[in-house]
């Protein structure tokens, strides 16, 4: 638990980060993602509560340090530093770093090897930030929105290149708010919402929850439909104007052929469900 004076930030989460599994953390802005990560690495003091890696207590300046990588939204590197400077300096501290010309390939950093990090785009300084992660050698990585400014086809390779370490043994945590990256990379998930977590297990599990794997959405309802949705049993929310419902494939159809006869103006759209559909309904649980 985290608190300021009377406001909670984060309250009661248990998270479990297993060797060899890429475990993510999604949620919005203010739902106590970064909160949790850097109070799990000791770079934040929790109001109660306590994290271990690998059994090792999590206190500031701790054992833990040795077997951790952490890459934060904000990196802090000096802007004149040149890659294989950053990547030099931190493989100085451990005994045994990583190779770091072969860690710069795997992530397309040799090309700008000789590069000071202010002349490096976005996504090119995250992977500059992901690699002086890695050189240690970590068996646990902590990744706070590791593919933020990255293109589609970097995030890509960013996670292929996670997934390598994944295999080798690495316990990876990471935050996002790509639900479709989420849902695509994770082999478990927890949402989080208003500090707390909200739903937790694989990808699929965490689909089922929902209560179907169809799902409707009506752009801009009708007062009429509305009513029609919240007397309907399935479960619902929103997302800006558009409603949301889950449920099985002949139920919602048959809501479907109901809100048009009562309005045959909004847009009815439906399809299988998506992470996002669960976030959407899940988080209007709490509203």
């Given at each position: 638990m985290k608190t300021y004076g009377s406001a909670t930030v984060v309250n009661g989460v248990?998270?479990?980060?297993?060797?060899?599994?890429?475990t993510m953390l999604v949620g919005p802005n203010g739902s106590g993602k970064t909160t949790s990560m850097e109070i799990l690495v000791g770079l934040r003091r929790p109001t109660s509560g306590k994290a271990r890696i690998l059994g090792e207590e999590v206190v500031p300046s701790g054992k833990h340090r040795i077997v951790t990588g952490v890459q934060l939204q904000q990196s802090g590197?000096?802007?004149?530093?040149?890659?294989?400077e950053v990547l030099g300096s931190v493989a100085s501290l451990f005994e045994e770093p990583d190779d770091i010309w072969e860690l710069a390939g795997s992530?397309?950093?040799?090309?700008?090897w000789n590069k000071a990090v202010d002349k490096l785009s976005g996504g090119l300084k995250r992977r500059v930030d992901i690699a002086a992660a890695c050189?240690?050698?970590?068996?646990?990585?902590?990744?706070?929105?590791?593919?933020?400014g990255v293109d589609p086809e970097g995030r890509a390779e960013l996670w292929e290149?996670?997934?390598?370490?994944?295999?080798?043994?690495c316990g990876i945590l990471a935050s996002t708010h790509d639900l479709e990256e989420a849902e695509a990379f994770a082999d478990q998930l927890y949402v989080m919402g208003k500090g707390r977590i909200l739903l937790h297990g694989t990808p699929h599990e965490v689909l089922s929850s929902a209560g179907g794997d169809w799902r409707l959405r009506i752009n801009d309802a009708s007062p009429a439909q509305i009513r029609v949705i919240e007397e309907s049993g399935f479960e619902h929310g929103r997302i800006g104007i558009t409603s949301l419902v889950i449920g099985t494939s002949d139920g919602l159809e048959r809501l479907r052929q109901e809100l048009v006869q009562v309005d045959s103006g909004p847009e009815i759209r439906s399809g299988r469900i998506r992470l996002e559909d669960v976030f959407a309904v899940t988080s209007w649980r709490e509203i």
């Amino acid at each position: 638990m985290k608190t300021y004076g009377s406001a909670t930030v984060v309250n009661g989460v248990s998270l479990d980060v297993l060797d060899g599994r890429t475990t993510m953390l999604v949620g919005p802005n203010g739902s106590g993602k970064t909160t949790s990560m850097e109070i799990l690495v000791g770079l934040r003091r929790p109001t109660s509560g306590k994290a271990r890696i690998l059994g090792e207590e999590v206190v500031p300046s701790g054992k833990h340090r040795i077997v951790t990588g952490v890459q934060l939204q904000q990196s802090g590197l000096p802007g004149r530093i040149k890659v294989k400077e950053v990547l030099g300096s931190v493989a100085s501290l451990f005994e045994e770093p990583d190779d770091i010309w072969e860690l710069a390939g795997s992530l397309g950093l040799q090309a700008h090897w000789n590069k000071a990090v202010d002349k490096l785009s976005g996504g090119l300084k995250r992977r500059v930030d992901i690699a002086a992660a890695c050189v240690g050698r970590p068996r646990f990585l902590l990744l706070d929105e590791p593919t933020s400014g990255v293109d589609p086809e970097g995030r890509a390779e960013l996670w292929e290149f996670l997934r390598t370490r994944a295999r080798a043994g690495c316990g990876i945590l990471a935050s996002t708010h790509d639900l479709e990256e989420a849902e695509a990379f994770a082999d478990q998930l927890y949402v989080m919402g208003k500090g707390r977590i909200l739903l937790h297990g694989t990808p699929h599990e965490v689909l089922s929850s929902a209560g179907g794997d169809w799902r409707l959405r009506i752009n801009d309802a009708s007062p009429a439909q509305i009513r029609v949705i919240e007397e309907s049993g399935f479960e619902h929310g929103r997302i800006g104007i558009t409603s949301l419902v889950i449920g099985t494939s002949d139920g919602l159809e048959r809501l479907r052929q109901e809100l048009v006869q009562v309005d045959s103006g909004p847009e009815i759209r439906s399809g299988r469900i998506r992470l996002e559909d669960v976030f959407a309904v899940t988080s209007w649980r709490e509203i």
